[in-house]
């Protein structure tokens, strides 16, 4: 933090796509610059390339900088991180985009890690293109695990509405139930019921776990994966103190809207969770690396190339992105405090028996 202002790290993304336009447009109020301090990982030339293809964004007090440290904390820092010679060819996927999206977040992930900003927000990237260019992920989600030596974390997507947790993310459907374990799924609950401790302050979290098969395998009828892998899982967690219940058929748990008697919901594969999600909470939804010692988020909306340059993205989603990153720091700060304080208080000889490392439930 500086001055008391959390700073904000935020990626520029793939730099043909949407990234600057919706991170501008976020930002264009001056008064958001008394509740934080943003820092753009990306290049002053392109931001200024696509400030002036925004027709209603005013004038914006902007600071060139080379380093995280010299980030002005009344102004939208640019840290440079690209070549000079960097340029945009808004609409479409290039080798020159991906390779500057994936040095932009090898920058921001290096300043995270030293501490010279506090969350990561990370603008939309091309999937495709980053594989092609060697970053050996397919999104964000597993170079960050990698990145900060975790074992397992999970991809939650969040809104003011719900929120919704998936045990396989970016892998081919067909690939899904053979990615599916008793071990998996428990430990992504164990992830979810933690960060909805740590993170959203939910004292007793309710998290419902969805089936794999239609009717959630019709007893069988329509296949075994929740009798076999699904329900035992569910139990276990139980077991160890965690409130899931399920596994619920999709159809009928979202079409009649059981998410809203629950904290969380875990989906078994991406389409299965993503598409109720983005369809009830599109404008404000927000992707949440949950399991990560540090706070990261970003925009639950792709790179939109055929958007890219015309002055017609939506910035909502990456404006929530950024205030989920700074609620979550802040609460997980408060959390871990409280849970220090009441370490404190305790006897000497009691602590022997605690988990290292994992924060204590009063």
């Known amino acids: 933090m500086q001055n008391g202002k959390i700073v904000v790290g935020i990626t520029q993304g793939d730099s043909n796509g949407i990234g600057y336009e919706v991170i501008i447009k976020a930002l264009s109020d001056p008064r958001i610059l008394d509740m934080f301090i943003p820092v753009i990982y990306g290049s002053s030339k392109l931001f200024g390339f696509y400030r002036k293809s925004l027709h209603e964004v005013d004038q914006m007090d902007t600071n060139s900088i080379n380093s995280a440290s010299e980030a002005h904390a009344k102004r939208i820092n640019i840290l440079n991180c690209l070549p000079d010679n960097v340029f945009a060819e808004p609409g479409g996927a290039t080798t020159e985009s991906a390779k500057a999206a994936i040095t932009a977040l090898s920058a921001a992930v290096k300043d995270l890690k030293a501490g010279s900003i506090d969350v990561l927000v990370t603008g939309p990237v091309n999937k495709n293109s980053i594989v092609a260019e060697g970053f050996g992920f397919p999104g964000h989600t597993g170079f960050l695990q990698q990145a900060f030596g975790v074992e397992d974390v999970t991809m939650m997507m969040i809104s003011s509405r719900l ?100 904290d969380a919901t875990l989906a078994m594969y991406h389409d299965q969770g993503l598409a109720p999600f983005k369809a009830l909470a599109v404008e404000d939804g927000v992707n949440f690396t949950a399991g990560l010692p540090v706070v990261r988020t970003s925009p639950d909306h792709g790179t939109a190339f055929e958007l890219a340059g015309r002055d017609e993205a939506d910035p909502r989603s990456m404006r929530a992105a950024i205030f989920a990153a700074i609620d979550i720091f802040r609460r997980r700060k408060r959390f871990d405090d409280l849970q220090e304080g009441k370490m404190e208080e305790r006897p000497q000889e009691n602590r022997g028996h605690e988990h290292p490392g994992k924060p204590q439930i009063a």
């Not at 947790?165 to 892998?171: A, E, F, K, N, P």
């Not at 067909?174 to 933690?194: H, Q, T, Y």
């Not at 999709?250 to 809207?257: A, E, K, L, S, V």
Request: glycine share 12%.
């Open 163 to 262: 929120r919704v947790g998936v045990v396989t993310d970016h892998i081919p459907l067909k690939d899904v139930p053979g990615a599916i374990s008793e071990d998996k799924i428990l430990s992504k609950l164990r992830l979810m019921n933690e960060s909805l401790k740590r993170d959203f302050c939910v004292d007793n979290p309710r998290i419902a776990v969805l089936s794999l098969n239609p009717h959630s395998g019709d007893g069988g009828l329509l296949g075994t994966e929740e009798q076999d892998i699904i329900i035992p899982a569910i139990k276990k967690a139980n077991d160890e103190g965690i409130m899931a219940f399920g596994p619920f058929s999709p159809d009928g748990y979202f079409g009649m809207r059981h998410y809203g008697m629950f």
